[in-house]
């Protein structure tokens, strides 16, 4: 079914936690590779889906949790049991969660949003940044978080940003000062103008980009991280072990977060949905510059 | 359990009236686009208008000036790294050694590997490059630039990729430090000091005399232990009464000239014998004593010496 009913172009979707939740496209039908047709509006096939089970996921030691005396109790609803002095996370859990991961991270990436990987840990530094590159555009690394990303972007985002707020103020402060003193009528003037001068610096600030959605690969290492993303209303996903505690994400993946395995498969097919959704969002795209856009009425609400 | 209240708010989104209505729409009738819904129920709000899939704005079909500064991508992936310019490096330089393992490998072999180069120092490459360095990021980095070194003189891109870590203008590779050598009449002029004295030798082949500000030494420093600080390089390589030596020296005291004097005579002895040269320096004869006089600190009567200690 071909979709006919673009709204006007002035009015861009808000970028709101409820534009970024799966659609109806999300419910698609499974199709091969062989009958799926790139003009339709479904969901290109993937391999992945079909590989998830939970025999791979078994295969990747996603199962092996860490001993019971570490335990988080609020990971009680993911472990099976115990075995060999470890807990055994139950992975129908995971595949589930997982799953979900997997549809958010499209739907995300479907809606232009960016999708940062962060991964501390030295070990998974390069599954977190093959992750990024795999995923294409609108996918990020971060592989040593620093407090302020998301909370203070303006000056720890100054390099990637290009503008110093900071360094701006000191030199508008010293001209500020070195004016007054030259001139006395300069020192009046300058009295009242220096809310004008941060005024001016203030709207001289160029955007400063936060992450629409983030990926925790090792969770237990990067709590900042899940708290500045909670304090700025930004999801989660993130790869839960045993001795995690869920409560701060808000898609948790019960995982094994020690084994390379385990964390190279989480970041691989969340990197590989992250790019069927932009590559979808080109599809699409193409598409509707093929028609001819109609004005949206208030009359045809009476169709749906 | 209890969730934090950030998780509650989530949560509660899930469960808005108006979301939940979208929900059960899709779920009748899997073919009804999202829209705009009528409320019977007056004090509920209005839910959030869903714009069809297709006439959002994609990356192919929007104009960059007429969109939000949101809705457009940072095209570096490292960009919430806040320190993309090290990234873009490190990935560059890694690549590099990935691509040449095979000749690193060789070199390390050959033990010819990791020639250390002039790269800038840490501050200097923070402010030229843009960069957030510490000192171990710092050491790691010019670790691996070393490890690149040895290839850069047959590979330009290599040669590329290590220029901005040295100083504009300044060779990659260190020049090696100038050798001295006898002048035209067969003499060599070395320099030594040992606190504020500071002694200039010519040392030429001759017999064995040594002249200080033009005074024969045993006039000049009437103490034993002067006089044999300045022969005991000669004793040390065997090389006594074969050179004359005429030394200019001046400041501080008779011993501390003596000390300054003899340093400038072991180097010149390297001058004339090179292969002398490291046995002279194992010994320590060619290096200067840096050490000063320290300074009187306030309230103390010398540098370390109190004033006396009154009980009351």
């Given at each position: 079914m071909a979709d006919t009913t673009p709204t006007k172009q002035s009015d861009p979707p808000l970028q709101t936690l409820d534009n970024l939740l799966p659609t109806s496209s999300s419910y698609a039908p499974i199709i091969t590779p062989d009958t799926w047709d790139p003009e339709s509006n479904v969901a290109l096939p993937t391999n992945v889906r079909s590989a998830l089970t939970i025999r791979s996921l078994m295969a990747a030691s996603m199962h092996l949790g860490h001993a019971p005396k570490h335990w988080n109790p609020h990971m009680l609803p993911f472990i099976y049991g115990e075995r060999n002095g470890i807990h055994i996370i139950n992975l129908e859990h995971t595949l589930s969660h997982l799953r979900r991961a997997i549809n958010v991270c499209r739907e995300v990436a479907?809606?232009?949003?960016?999708?940062?990987?962060?991964?501390?840990?030295?070990?998974?530094?390069?599954?977190?940044?093959?992750?990024?590159?795999?995923?294409?555009?609108?996918?990020?690394?971060?592989?040593?978080?620093?407090?302020?990303?998301?909370?203070?972007?303006?000056?720890?985002?100054?390099?990637?940003?290009?503008?110093?707020?900071?360094?701006?103020?000191?030199?508008?402060?010293?001209?500020?000062?070195?004016?007054?003193?030259?001139n006395k009528r300069g020192a009046k003037g300058q009295q009242g103008g220096f809310e004008e001068q941060d005024a001016g610096r203030k709207s001289r600030q160029p955007h400063v980009h936060i992450p629409d959605l983030m990926i925790l690969l090792d969770y237990p290492n990067t709590m900042s991280a899940a708290r500045e993303a909670n304090h700025c209303n930004i999801p989660i996903i993130?790869?839960?072990?045993?001795?995690?505690?869920?409560?701060?994400?808000?898609?948790?993946?019960?995982?094994?977060?020690?084994?390379?395995?385990?964390?190279?498969?989480?970041?691989?097919?969340?990197?590989?949905?992250?790019?069927?959704?932009?590559?979808?969002?080109?599809?699409?795209?193409?598409?509707?510059?093929?028609?001819?856009?109609?004005?949206?009425?208030?009359?045809?609400?009476?169709?749906? | 359990?209890?969730?934090?209240?950030?998780?509650?708010?989530?949560?509660?989104?899930?469960?808005?009236?108006?979301?939940?209505?979208?929900?059960?729409?899709?779920?009748?009738?899997?073919?009804?686009?999202?829209?705009?819904?009528?409320?019977?129920?007056?004090?509920?709000?209005?839910?959030?208008?869903?714009?069809?899939?297709?006439?959002?704005?994609?990356?192919?079909?929007?104009?960059?000036?007429?969109?939000?500064?949101?809705?457009?991508?940072?095209?570096?992936?490292?960009?919430?790294?806040?320190?993309?310019?090290?990234?873009?490096?490190?990935?560059?330089?890694?690549?590099?050694?990935?691509?040449?393992?095979?000749?690193?490998?060789?070199?390390?072999?050959?033990?010819?590997?990791?020639?250390?180069?002039?790269?800038?120092?840490l501050q200097t490459m923070q402010v030229q490059l843009e960069m957030k360095l510490d000192p171990t990021t710092y050491r790691n980095l010019t670790e691996?630039?070393?490890?690149?070194?040895?290839?850069?003189?047959?590979?330009?891109?290599?040669?590329?990729?290590?220029?901005?870590?040295?100083?504009?203008?300044?060779?990659?590779?260190?020049?090696?430090?100038?050798?001295?050598?006898?002048?035209?009449?067969?003499?060599?002029?070395?320099?030594?000091?040992?606190?504020r004295a500071i002694a200039q030798v010519w040392m030429v082949e001759g017999d064995g005399q040594i002249y200080v500000n033009g005074i024969p030494m045993i006039d000049v420093f009437p103490e034993i232990v002067e006089r044999e600080s300045i022969v005991r390089p000669f004793e040390a390589t065997g090389t006594l009464g074969k050179y004359n030596v005429w030394a200019l020296v001046q400041a501080s005291g008779p011993m501390s000239q003596a000390s300054a004097v003899a340093v400038a005579v072991a180097r010149g002895i390297a001058v004339h014998n090179p292969h002398l040269k490291e046995h002279l320096q194992q010994l320590g004869m060619t290096t200067i004593d840096t050490r000063q006089k320290e300074r009187i600190k306030t309230n103390k009567i010398g540098a370390r010496k109190s004033r006396t200690w009154r009980k009351r």
């Open positions: 479907f809606a232009n949003g960016k999708i940062v990987f962060v991964g501390t840990k030295r070990a998974i530094h390069k599954i977190t940044v093959d992750a990024a590159d795999r995923a294409g555009e609108g996918a990020y690394y971060v592989l040593d978080w620093r407090g302020g990303i998301v909370t203070n972007k303006e000056r720890v985002l100054r390099r990637s940003s290009g503008f110093d707020p900071d360094r701006v103020v000191q030199m508008e402060t010293a001209v500020a000062t070195a004016q007054a003193g030259r993130a790869l839960c072990d045993t001795d995690c505690d869920p409560a701060l994400i808000q898609y948790p993946i019960p995982g094994n977060d020690d084994a390379l395995a385990s964390v190279e498969l989480v970041a691989g097919v969340l990197s590989l949905a992250c790019r069927e959704g932009r590559m979808r969002r080109h599809v699409v795209g193409e598409k509707v510059q093929r028609q001819e856009p109609r004005q949206f009425k208030p009359k045809d609400e009476e169709k749906y | 359990m209890s969730r934090p209240l950030q998780y509650t708010r989530l949560l509660s989104a899930y469960t808005r009236p108006s979301l939940s209505l979208h929900l059960n729409r899709t779920l009748l009738s899997p073919f009804l686009l999202p829209c705009r819904t009528a409320t019977t129920d007056a004090t509920r709000s209005q839910p959030p208008t869903h714009p069809p899939i297709s006439a959002r704005p994609t990356s192919r079909n929007f104009d960059a000036e007429k969109q939000r500064p949101d809705q457009l991508l940072p095209d570096d992936p490292a960009y919430f790294t806040g320190n993309p310019h090290y990234y873009k490096y490190l990935r560059q330089i890694n690549a590099a050694i990935r691509e040449n393992e095979s000749q690193l490998r060789q070199l390390e072999d050959n033990g010819d590997a990791q020639t250390s180069a002039d790269w800038m120092n691996k630039l070393n490890f690149l070194v040895p290839l850069a003189s047959k590979n330009p891109k290599i040669e590329e990729l290590l220029r901005p870590f040295v100083l504009p203008g300044q060779s990659l590779i260190k020049a090696a430090p100038e050798t001295l050598t006898l002048d035209e009449l067969g003499r060599s002029y070395t320099y030594g000091s040992r606190k």
